[in-house]
């Protein structure tokens, strides 16, 4: 069950907190978050999962920056929220996709638990102007049934954007087996 706007703002300072709500901003059955002023790119031309990849920052101007098709572009909301016994989920606004601008690759969903800013994978479908403070996407909330464990994991509490950061996974696994190969967690059957 997704939460009502009207929830969203009655359960806020309990399970929702969201640095910077705006009453404004919130919508039927969820709460519009807004772009950070900074992004950040990948330089390298191929990404390697098993380690961290060069970033390079940049600022998006007051009369706003072009996106490029074919790039990725890490940005963050503005506001930090903080979610306990629900699952928060945030997906992009439809005024946004109808400019061909996905503010997320795959990594709508969040963990019960999660405090910290949402990083933003944004790729363009043809050249888009962006603006700093846009509201960029849409958070909502799932109900949750069953035992609660929250999530404390390596994004938890981030104050920035996040580049990918697999390769600490990839790697706390080799430390623990150094026998085992990157692909650890994959198991392979024989004959296919």
Same mark, same amino acid.
Do not use: C, W
């Given at each position: 069950m997704i939460l009502s706007g009207q929830e969203i703002q009655s359960r806020l300072g !309990? *399970?929702?907190?969201? *640095?910077? +709500?705006?009453p404004a901003r919130l919508n039927p059955n969820? &709460? @519009?978050?807004t772009l950070h002023d900074?992004?950040?790119v990948y330089e390298e031309v191929v990404l *390697?999962?098993?380690?961290? @990849?060069?970033?390079?920052?940049?600022?998006?101007?007051?009369?706003g920056l072009v996106l490029s098709p074919n790039q990725l572009y890490l940005g963050r909301t503005v506001e930090k929220?903080?979610?306990?016994?629900?699952v928060p989920q945030i997906e992009g606004r439809s005024s946004i996709g109808r400019l061909g601008l996905f503010v997320h690759v795959t990594a !709508? +969903? !969040?963990?019960v638990g999660f405090s910290g800013y949402w990083t933003l994978e944004m790729f363009a479908v043809q050249p888009?102007?962006? &603006?700093a403070g846009v509201p960029i996407c849409q958070i909502f909330y799932h109900e949750l049934t069953g035992e609660i464990t929250e999530y404390a994991s390596k994004y938890q509490h981030n104050r920035?954007?996040?580049?990918?950061?697999?390769f600490e996974e990839l790697r706390r696994g080799a430390d623990e087996d150094p026998q085992l190969p990157l692909n650890f967690g994959i198991e392979r059957s024989v004959g296919r």
């Open positions: !309990g *399970d929702i907190v969201i *640095d910077g +709500f705006d969820s &709460y @519009n978050l900074e992004l950040m *390697d999962m098993a380690k961290p @990849n060069r970033v390079r920052r940049m600022t998006i101007p007051e009369e929220t903080t979610t306990h016994n629900l !709508g +969903f !969040g963990d888009v102007r962006i &603006y920035d954007i996040q580049p990918s950061l697999l």
